[in-house]
């Protein structure tokens, strides 16, 4: 099992920014990729950002260019660098972790909000 705790939600002005912080536990060493979702209120969860333990990363478009995954293997921790948030960036964002052997674990949450 892995365990996944998020940080570093609250509430920023449009323009600004946020950095998210997930600290995994447990067998992290079958993790295969590690990544962000998000959900809106009345919407779907929807895909932020992945990193692979190769370092490949995938990003929606929606946040290309703005919003940048890290991992730090010695920490067993992944970080989403958020600047130049907008409202719709506000979400409750979630920390993934996908297992080499397909299963899926999620943190609980931490919410974003983007408002002046």
């Known amino acids: 099992q892995v365990q996944l705790v998020e940080s570093g939600g609250g509430l920023v002005q449009p323009g600004g920014s946020l950095r998210l912080s997930c600290a995994a536990s447990g067998s992290i060493f079958s993790i295969n990729r590690m990544g962000w979702y998000r959900q809106a209120p009345g919407k779907q969860r929807e895909l932020v950002a992945t990193?692979?333990?190769?370092?490949?990363?995938n990003y929606a478009d929606s946040v290309k260019g703005r919003f940048t995954i890290s991992r730090d293997n010695a920490k067993n921790t992944v970080a989403l660098q958020m600047n130049s948030l907008k409202p719709e960036d506000a979400a409750v964002y979630y920390c993934n972790a996908d297992m080499i052997s397909g299963f899926r674990y999620w943190g609980q949450g931490t919410q974003v909000t983007v408002s002046s």
């Open positions: 990193i692979t333990n190769g370092d490949r990363t």
